[in-house]
Structure formats: C-alpha cells, structure tokens
C-alpha cells in the first residue's frame, strides 16, 4: 500500500514563489520516480516534472523550465516542487505521483504512474 500526500499549495501573487511537499508511505519510496503533475479547471492532467528513484535524472515540462525544480529527500520519503516566477496559468491542482512499475526513462504520461496523491490547490492571481 503507497499513500501519498502533498501539500503547500495556496494562493500567491503572479511572480512570487511556492514550495510543494509530497510525503510518501512505504519504506521502498527512494525505490521508485516520482512525478509532479496539474490540473487546471476544464483542462486535461498535465505533466510537469519527474525525478528518478536517486534524483540522477530530471525531466520538465516545457512551459515550467527555468521556473520549477523538482527535488527529493528520500530519507523523509518526501519529493518537493519549488515554484518560482508563478504565473496566472500555473493555477491548478497539483497532484504528486508514483511510478512502481519501472517504467523506462523518462516516464511523462500520467498513465506512468501507479499511484497519486490528492492533489493540492495552487492559485496563481493577483
């Protein structure tokens, strides 16, 4: 059983910066990717990042490079998302997720990923 929670999620202004947790049950958390992922009113799940299972490997949706970092401390079987520069279309639900199925690198589609949190609001205006 994987249970995941995020949060940090609120509301901030366009420009300003916010930190997303992911805190992960299980003690074979370091073993597996995990997957940052949003989704806007009326809009599709849309990828965002994924770090490999020893954060080696770092992949970002195009639209946040340069913006957010994807990182993890498997020691607190945690994985953060650090928001900077938000912009108005950064609002929507993130959600954080697990790949316990090894899928081969890089895995992008939310279809990738076994299990999900439930999700936490961030709302980007001003």
């Known amino acids: 059983q994987v249970q995941l929670v995020e949060s940090g999620g609120r509301q901030v202004q366009p420009g300003g910066s916010l930190t997303l947790s992911c805190t992960g049950s299980?003690?074979?958390?370091?073993?597996?990717?995990m997957g940052w992922f949003r989704q806007a009113p009326g809009k599709e799940r849309e990828f965002v990042a994924v770090i490999s299972w020893n954060a080696y490997s770092i992949r970002y949706a195009e639209s946040v490079k340069g913006r957010f970092t994807i990182s993890r401390d498997n020691s607190k079987n945690t994985v953060y998302l650090q928001m900077n520069s938000l912009k108005p279309e950064d609002t929507a639900v993130y959600y954080c997720?697990?790949?316990?199925?090894?899928?081969?690198?890089?895995?992008?589609?939310?279809?990738?990923?076994?299990?999900w949190g439930q999700g936490t609001q961030v709302t980007v205006s001003s």
């Open positions: 997720a697990q790949d316990t199925q090894y899928t081969a690198w890089p895995p992008l589609n939310p279809r990738d990923f076994d299990s």
């Open positions: 299980g003690r074979a958390f370091g073993d597996y990717a």
